[in-house]
């Protein structure tokens, strides 16, 4: 991913934080088939004084889980939002005219090795703790032990574990640093007007209270 210094996220913590907010990926391999992707969502462990690790799931009739080989290179790509900026959202551009239009967004690249894991106990663990993360927010969450035994025990073995050691993080945040201050600030709050507060409140927390 090319990576200006102005953008550029250098921050392990930060590059956990946006995995964790936005876990669903794109696994990116290039197996005995050739290039692949598949989208899944991602469980990060982070390790101590490593990178940590990336935990996953597909499903048993998805070749992938075949075609890659064990400590075979992937990618997973985690998009934390993007927007379109209109020039007209800058001060500046009514004053110089000198503005054209981007895009914004936020991305981590997670560049790995990964090891396929078909075992049950695995797979059950990667899924128990998916469903307590993302069942956590809602008045009756959803268990596990809420499915029957036997119904259960079938849907897990139709699925095959992921296991990716994580050697390189690489992390962009493309938010109009190489703007004036006034200029991030009027495009972050033209796409918090319109409802894109994702990228609208990171450009905003840019520039905070600074004045240009």
């Known amino acids: 991913m090319y990576v200006p210094a102005h953008f550029d996220e250098p921050r392990i913590e930060t590059l956990h934080a946006l995995i964790a907010q936005h876990p669903f990926g ?5 197996g005995r088939s050739g290039l692949d992707a598949n989208h899944l969502p991602f469980e990060l462990v982070a390790g101590d ?19 890659v080989a064990d400590g075979g290179e992937v990618l997973v790509i985690f998009r934390g ?20 239009p981007t895009w914004n967004y936020v991305a981590v690249h997670a560049h790995g090795r990964v090891t ?17 993360t993302h069942e956590a927010a809602l008045p009756e969450p959803w268990k596990m032990g809420d499915a ?31 703007k004036a201050v006034e200029d991030i600030r009027g495009a972050g709050e033209a796409l ?21």
């Open 26 to 30: 794109s696994l990116v391999t290039h």
């Open 49 to 67: 004084g490593g990178l940590g690790e990336l935990h996953a799931h597909v499903a048993r009739a998805n070749p992938v889980w075949q075609d």
């Open 81 to 100: 939002g993007d927007a379109y900026i209109s020039p007209s959202w800058y001060p500046s551009k009514h004053a110089t005219h000198r503005q054209v």
């Open 116 to 132: 396929v894991r078909d075992d049950e106990r695995f797979v059950r663990g990667v899924v128990a703790r998916l469903t307590r």
């Open 148 to 178: 029957p035994k036997d119904y259960l025990d079938t849907m897990l073995q139709s699925i095959v574990g992921l296991q990716i050691e994580i050697t390189r993080l690489v992390g962009k945040r493309k938010l109009g640093q190489n």
């Open 192 to 212: 918090v007007a319109r409802g894109e507060r994702v990228i609208g409140e990171a450009m905003l927390g840019e520039v905070g209270g600074k004045r240009g």
